[in-house]
Structures are given as C-alpha cells and as structure tokens.
C-alpha cells in the first residue's frame, strides 16, 4: 500500500524558479536535442515549400521522446495511424464538401473520438496532434475552390506527420542516448540525492527527493522496457538494472525518511561512501562483472536501521491523513499524492 502524502508546498516565486533551474539529469541535453529536431523540421518544410511550417514543427515538439527507441516507435506508429486517417478522410471529403452542418457534425465526432483516445487508451500522446492535423485539413479542404486544390490539402496533411515521424525516426536514432543509458542516469541520480540526504539534508534536497518518490519507478521502467526492444543488451544486465531501480527508489525513501527526523541521525559513514560510488558507477554506465547485481545487496542492508525513521514519518502521516480526512468530511478538500512504502524485504537479498 501506499500511503497519501499531504502537499504542503506552495509554489511561490523562489521555488518557481528552482523548478525552472532544477538540474535534473538529462534536462539540457533533452532540451538540445528537441530544438535541433524542431529546426531540422522547419528546413525541411522551407526547402520542400509546406505551407504553414509551424504546424509540423509543433507536432515535433509534442511527440519527441528522450530515448532513441521511444523516438523510432513513436515515429513509424505515428505515420501509420495517419496514413489509416487519411484514407478515411478521403471518404469524408464527399460528405463535408460544400456541406457545412455535415462539416460541423465530422469535426465534432472526430474531436470526440480522437479526445477519448487521448484520455482512455495509449494513444494519448500522439491523438490530440492527430485532432489537430485532421480538423484542419477538413477546414482546409473545404476552403478549397476546385477539387485539385483539396487532394493538395490532404497531401499537405500527410506531410505535416510524415516530415516530423520521419525526423524522429533518422535524427532520434543518431543523436538520442539509449534507454539504457537514461535508466542508469536516474537510478545514479536517486543514489547521489540519498547520499546527500544523509549527508547534509536541506529544504531543496527534500523537495527534489518527495519529487522523485511520487515519480516513483515507471519512467525507469519504461525505460526498462524499451531497452529490452533495443536488443543489444545482455538480459543479465537488464534483470540487475530492474532490480536496482527498485532499490533506489527503495534507499531514497529511507533516506528522505531519516533526514525528517527531528532528532538528528547520524548515518554510518559506510552507508554514505557505498552511495556515491555506486551512483558513480551508474552514471558512467559501467556494469559490475563480478556481483549478480549492479546495486549490491550491501547499501541495501547498510539502510536497514534507516527502516524505524521511516515507520515513525508514515505513522505521523496517518494521523496527519486521518485529521484532514475529518476535514475532508467537513468540506475542507484536501490535496495529496502517493508515495512508496519500503518495507524490511527491499533492504534484504534479491
């Protein structure tokens, strides 16, 4: 189970600007990497002469991923919805033509349809775009004064996806690090923060930590999971670095339990030392050949008098939870997230 955790931060302007300047791991090369994406895309438009380039340029900014495989899958995906699209708009092209109540009823079953995928299916990346491209090339078409100039409009559509899938599949695939590599930046990265709360403890660090706890594992595991499609890595190595994500979203809560503790803990210096240089090692992407596991079990047993600090926090959360639960009944509406529960069987063997 996990339990709610109340959201007592407000976003004043000093942590407006932290949040703008966190130095999150991969912000900037993630940020590089989409603008020459988007400007490959804006000189691809120029030279081939596609009206309204900003569109492609804006779909692009949507739809780029962070790792190279997310890129080419979502590219070719994305390219073959929107070729099925396409021909059905062929046939709705006859219907919607000089027809404005007809017009008006498609554009509104197709934002219904598309808006549904979005909120109820795994489409939701990519189905807003899609309603976007398609309205407007219904609108378009329906502008158009001969039919030669509608079969143009619709070509034109197809390009407004095909420039930027076929961008994300070529240039994501040679400029984009590997799912693999941003996986281990992360778990590198929940390991620097545990040392460093168990170091010197500061509002900044907790707020990054509580950030990184309701994030929780799923971003690692995706990426997890896309570097099993990427097939060039041992499945040994896979099956360890899953183990260790877990474990360092496992470590960084008893850390960020033990630095809210009133009475200040000192941490073995063991403990400390064994995170920095495992998240040292993750962050060069270096896999250990001689333990079974990347993380090794000896950090996770090092955190085991960290478990009691974490047990008195969850207990003054409950009573924090069970008081503004009454005032949720009173009609008081409360705002709170989740965060995972670490128990004595993640700080033992795999």
């Not at 030279?47 to 780029?64: D, G, K, N, R």
């Not at 007809?102 to 775009?129: D, E, H, W």
């Not at 920095?276 to 079974?292: D, G, N, R, T």
Request: aromatic share 6%; proline share 7%; glycine share 4%.
């Amino acid at each position: 189970m996990a339990l709610p955790v109340p959201d007592t931060l407000h976003l004043t302007l000093a942590r407006f600007w932290r949040l703008v300047c966190d130095p999150a791991p991969g912000r900037l090369g993630y940020s590089l990497r989409m603008t020459c994406a988007c400007t490959v895309v804006i000189l691809i438009c120029e030279i081939w002469q596609v009206p309204e380039s900003a569109l492609p340029a804006f779909v692009t900014l949507a739809l780029w991923q962070k790792d190279r495989v997310t890129n080419v899958v979502a590219g070719i995906a994305v390219n073959l919805l929107f070729a099925v699209v396409i021909f059905l708009m062929f046939g709705l092209v006859h219907l919607t033509l000089d027809h404005p109540l007809n017009l008006v009823a498609a554009t509104a079953l197709l934002s219904l349809g598309f808006f549904f995928l979005g909120s109820a299916s795994k489409l939701k990346p990519v189905a807003y775009m899609l309603a976007l491209i398609v309205v407007y090339a219904l609108i378009a078409i329906d502008q158009a004064p001969i039919g030669e100039l509608a079969t143009r409009a619709l070509l034109y559509a197809d390009l407004f996806i095909l420039i930027p899938g076929g961008v994300m599949v070529v240039l994501g695939a040679l400029i984009c690090p590997s799912p693999k590599t941003l996986l281990t930046q992360a778990i590198a990265a929940r390991l620097r923060l545990s040392a460093h709360l168990l170091q010197q403890p500061d509002a900044l660090a907790q707020e990054q930590a509580t950030a990184m706890l309701r994030e929780g594992a799923g971003t690692m595991l995706k990426s997890l999971k896309m570097a099993k499609l990427e097939k060039l890595w041992r499945t040994q190595d896979l099956q360890c670095l899953h183990h260790a994500l877990y474990s360092s979203v496992a470590t960084l809560a008893l850390a960020h339990a033990a630095s809210r503790e009133t009475t200040p803990l000192q941490p073995q210096p063991s403990l400390i030392q064994t995170l920095s240089e495992m998240a040292a090692i993750f962050k060069k992407v270096i896999i250990l050949q001689i333990s079974p596991c990347p993380l090794c079990p000896a950090p996770l047993r090092l955190c085991t008098p960290l478990l009691p600090c974490f047990q008195r926090s969850q207990r003054r959360l409950s009573q924090t939870n069970r008081k503004q639960l009454r005032k949720t009944k009173a009609g008081h509406p409360v705002f709170s997230s989740l965060m995972p529960l670490p128990t004595q069987n993640m700080c033992a063997l795999p």
